[in-house]
């Protein structure tokens, strides 16, 4: 049988990689029957997970180190502090029915 290289696209990380004839020969040799799901990279990533006992999905992702750039930046609000008054900045939009603290006020008054 012929083996031609094909496209597939990775499950994990979305990147295009080329399964190439010679590995679709060794993959039939040794009686697999699906075309791999990942790429190199994502493969030996959750190889190396598996080998140090932990899970991929504990450290964010096969790739989560460069996932960096392609997050947005998280927004801050300027808020006042409802306990001491001062300038804060907060991760989210405040809603004016709840009290918004800075992060000194918030360690004395969250709940543990």
């Known amino acids: 049988m012929t ?4 496209t597939l696209n990775c499950v994990d990380c979305g990147v295009e ?3 190439s004839a010679a590995d679709q020969e060794y993959y039939v040799q040794k009686g697999f029957v699906s075309d791999p799901k ?7 990533s959750r190889r190396a997970s598996r080998d140090a006992g932990y ?3 504990d450290i964010g992702g096969p790739r989560g180190y460069e ?5 947005v930046a998280r927004e801050y609000f300027a808020v006042v502090c409802s306990s001491c008054g001062n300038q804060a900045q907060v991760p989210f939009k405040p809603r004016m029915d709840r009290p918004v603290y ?5 360690r004395q008054v969250k709940p543990d």
């Open 3 to 6: 083996y031609v290289d094909r």
């Open 17 to 19: 990689f080329i399964h």
């Open 38 to 44: 990942r790429c190199t990279s994502c493969r030996a």
């Open 55 to 57: 899970d991929v999905r």
């Open 67 to 71: 996932r960096g750039d392609d997050r």
């Open 102 to 106: 800075c992060s000194d006020c918030f």
